[in-house]
């Protein structure tokens, strides 16, 4: 049965198991190290002055919610189909009895699972650092968890489809959502990344010599964006997956 529990538990442990061998996660987990080194050394030299720390502390903030989730979502949801298809790797998964839907859902899924938990732990490293209180975390942890999966599910359809996912996302990322984003009129409303800077406070938008009115915002109706996009993508990650060929696949 394609969502049998252990159908689930066997997807789940075909994929987690050599994940850490792939190029994506490597890259990943190396810039998690040194994002963290960063902040440490940067609070715990003595030597800057505070008021510059806190500064950097709160820039580092904003470039971890802003830009660090979708480029982090380009690198890992290279994983969940396209390292297998590179390397050949998938042949084993898809011959075994889990379905290929089912095998599809839980690999995207446990990737952003693991975006969203590193970028929250982050998060909350930052605002301990910081002493700026918790209150607001769990709105951000809301942000970066939405994002997290709108991205995966995005950029992961991207990779199905194209041999160079990592570069199509990344242009896909700079030259059309965070910039579309950033305009003070209703057509940032298509753009993933105007929602999660909605929901975590941090909008940037651009100075335009004339003003226009701003459309409203509401953390509510982005929420719901930003969860329509991972359901719509993960759902068209799922049929393009189940209906490629064998020989495409692996």
């Known amino acids: 049965m394609a969502g049998s529990p252990h159908?689930?538990?066997?997807?789940?442990?075909?994929?987690?198991?050599?994940?850490?061998?792939?190029?994506?996660m490597r890259i990943s987990l190396a810039?998690?190290?040194?994002?963290?080194?960063?902040?440490?050394?940067?609070?715990?030299?003595?030597?800057?002055?505070?008021?510059?720390?806190?500064?950097?502390?709160?820039?580092?903030?904003?470039?971890?919610?802003?830009?660090?989730?979708?480029?982090?979502a380009v690198l890992l949801s290279e994983i969940p189909v396209r390292?297998?298809?590179?390397?050949?790797?998938?042949?084993?998964?898809?011959?075994?009895?889990?379905p290929r839907t089912t095998q599809v859902l839980v690999r995207v899924t446990v990737t952003g699972a693991i975006l969203a938990?590193?970028?929250?732990?982050?998060?909350?490293?930052?605002?301990?650092?910081?002493?700026?209180?918790?209150?607001?975390?769990?709105?951000?942890?809301?942000?970066?968890?939405?994002?997290?999966?709108?991205?995966?599910?995005?950029?992961?359809?991207?990779?199905l489809y194209n041999r160079r996912g990592l570069i199509a996302g990344l242009v896909i990322l700079f030259v059309f959502d965070i910039p579309l984003g950033r305009l003070p009129f209703s057509?940032?409303?298509?753009s993933p990344s105007y929602h999660l800077g909605v929901i975590a406070d941090q909008q940037d938008s651009l100075q335009l010599p004339i003003t226009f009115g701003h459309p409203a915002t509401s953390v509510t109706v982005s929420a719901?964006?930003?969860?329509?996009?991972?359901?719509?993508?993960?759902?068209?990650i799922a049929v393009g997956f189940k209906r490629k060929d064998l020989g495409d696949l692996c």
């Open 117 to 159: 938990i590193g970028s929250g732990g982050l998060l909350l490293l930052i605002r301990a650092l910081l002493q700026d209180g918790f209150g607001f975390f769990p709105r951000e942890l809301l942000a970066v968890t939405l994002a997290a999966f709108a991205y995966v599910t995005m950029f992961g359809l991207v990779h």
């Open 187 to 190: 057509l940032r409303n298509v």
């Open 83 to 98: 390292d297998g298809i590179t390397h050949r790797t998938l042949l084993y998964p898809l011959l075994g009895p889990v």
């Open 7 to 24: 159908a689930i538990s066997t997807a789940f442990w075909t994929y987690v198991i050599p994940m850490i061998a792939t190029r994506a």
């Open 31 to 72: 810039l998690f190290v040194v994002f963290i080194a960063g902040v440490l050394l940067l609070f715990m030299s003595g030597v800057i002055a505070s008021g510059f720390v806190t500064s950097a502390l709160l820039g580092m903030r904003h470039f971890l919610v802003m830009v660090g989730v979708p480029v982090g």
């Open 224 to 236: 719901l964006i930003l969860l329509g996009v991972a359901i719509v993508f993960g759902a068209a």
